[in-house]
């Protein structure tokens, strides 16, 4: 693999990152306070509504974060 990227013209550059590194990692913040926010202490009576919970917790939090991060483009809708 190396060799072939290692040609001219080749476009694609490897980055190596550590295999668990947090805060190169913009989703691991959002992970962090979800429980506390979706599920400590908390039920929901159908799968639909805690995906409806979720979802709306993402989107509030991705607009804190910004609306053009790898985060906020990730979350779609159901």
């Not at 668990?20 to 990692?25: D, E, F, R, V």
């Not at 639909?48 to 939090?61: V, Y």
Request: aromatic share 8%; glycine share 4%; hydrophobic share 35%.
């Amino acid at each position: 693999m190396k060799e072939w990227l290692s040609r001219p013209g080749c476009r694609i550059k490897l980055r190596f990152l550590p295999h668990y590194c947090p805060h190169l990692n913009p989703i691991e913040r959002l992970w962090g306070v979800m429980p506390k926010n979706i599920t400590h202490n908390k039920t929901y009576d159908t799968c639909k509504e805690f995906a409806k919970t979720d979802l709306e917790f993402l989107r509030e939090k991705s607009l804190e974060i910004g609306p053009n991060t790898a985060v906020s483009s990730q979350i779609i809708s159901v």
